[in-house]
């Protein structure tokens, strides 16, 4: 698509620049940068060479919406230049004829494509295909059998494997092109035509090796149980199933050897162990500026504000020599990031110094209890889970 994309693009140029008077500033800048993407998109190498030859020996896969997302994204692919590229396709076979055919039709076409208001300055998308797997749809029934784990190589009951297109840009071809950069991709396209043949190759490679085998096994168990609570906690398994039991099941499990030795709780999503004094430290040296540039009015506050310096200093080197601040004691914390002691000279008449004063008391105040509730909610548990998977991998479920 760069090709015709670009090809098409120096065509509209050209008509532009031909019948429009000289232009300068703003609009000359983008004219030139839209002619230098259209430049750099039709300049072939050997690869996309090799790449659009192979294409245009199977015409059909561009129209085919399970070998091509071009006829179905219509968000991020112009649909008037993939027309023509089906047409051109039809009748070409190689890449020089190709582009040919693209420059005719779009002179044909030029006085509706500029007057209508189709951004077809757009560069062609930019994607990434990302590989994944997600968890096949399934019914709740009075036997439980959504929640049996699947027998070794029924594994596709539980999950399907794939390959999808991630666009990394924008879509440009919205009808309400005020929202695009708020816009999410809900049905990505998953290569379709390939999607039995990914699942095999996975199943192959599983089936070969004890190691994937045994992730592949532990994933199916997790999902399995996620299944299981999830239709639990929602009610489909009765009015009379005793929901509060899981308060007590979950005592006694966590009471189980089994438990100690394997047991380890499912980690949250981005807890991001040490950022939040990280920040803090980053704060802290903006406040360093901020001192160093207030002489003070009096030698009280003179005194005042160094004490202030060296306390942040000896925090931010806390917090910089500990490549694990987040594990850092709250009572180390307290001594050295604390700052109570300056909570009594913030409290004085407001002068450039107690204002700066209050602004250090109450960001340590914020991060302090940031931490406390952290440690409250458990979070430091997770974080330490987080940094033993960073190092040793996941652990056994």
């Known amino acids: 698509m760069p090709i015709a994309w670009g090809e098409r693009a120096k065509v509209l140029l050209d008509l532009i620049s031909s019948e429009s008077r000289e232009v300068e500033g703003r609009e000359r800048e983008i004219r030139n940068w839209i002619r230098g993407q259209a430049n750099q998109a039709s300049r ?15 015409a059909t896969s561009i129209s085919d919406p399970r070998m091509s997302p071009l006829t179905i994204k219509h968000e991020f692919y112009d649909a008037r230049l993939v027309k023509l590229m089906t047409s051109c ?18 002179q044909a076409e030029a006085d509706s494509l500029l007057k209508s208001r189709s951004p077809w300055y757009m560069p062609p998308p930019e994607f990434e295909v990302w590989s994944g797997v997600r968890e096949q749809s399934y019914q709740s029934d009075g036997q439980l ?22 666009f990394t840009s924008a879509p440009a071809f919205l009808p309400d092109r005020s929202n695009r950069e708020n816009f999410s991709d809900e049905q990505p396209w998953e290569f379709p035509n390939i999607d039995s043949f990914i699942n095999r190759s996975v199943a192959m490679s599983v089936g070969a090796d004890e190691t994937r085998a045994q992730i592949l096994h532990d994933m ?11 239709n639990i906690l929602s009610g489909k398994l009765g009015d009379q199933f005793p929901i509060e039991s899981l308060v007590t099941l979950s005592k006694t499990v966590a009471n189980t050897r089994a438990f100690e030795e394997r047991g380890i709780r499912t980690l949250r999503w981005t807890t991001q162990p040490g950022n939040n004094e990280k920040l803090f430290a980053l704060l802290l040296q903006s406040a360093l500026g901020a001192i160093v540039a207030t002489s003070g009015t009096t030698e009280s506050e003179r005194k005042v504000l160094s004490s202030a310096h060296r306390a942040i200093e000896s925090c931010v080197n806390l917090i910089q020599e500990n490549s694990a601040p987040q594990t850092i004691s709250s009572e180390a914390w307290r001594k050295s990031c604390g700052f109570d002691h300056f ?17 250090l008391v109450a960001l340590a105040q914020q991060t302090t209890y940031a931490r406390q509730m952290r440690q409250s909610l458990g979070v430091s548990v997770d974080d330490r889970q987080a940094v033993e998977v960073a190092e040793r991998g996941c652990p056994p479920l």
């Open 89 to 106: 396709t039809k009748s070409v076979k190689d890449v020089p004829t190709f582009s040919s055919c693209i420059r005719e039709q779009t």
């Open 220 to 230: 199916l168990e997790f999902t399995i149980l996620q299944r299981l609570f999830r």
């Open 343 to 359: 909570k009594s000279q913030a409290s004085r008449p407001a002068t450039e110094a107690s204002q700066i004063l209050q602004e």
């Open 145 to 166: 059998t959504f929640a049996h784990v699947p027998a070794k190589g029924e594994e596709s009951r539980v999950f399907r494997f794939m390959l999808q297109v991630a």
């Open 44 to 58: 072939l190498n050997p690869t996309r060479q090799a790449t659009l030859s192979a294409a245009l020996s199977s």
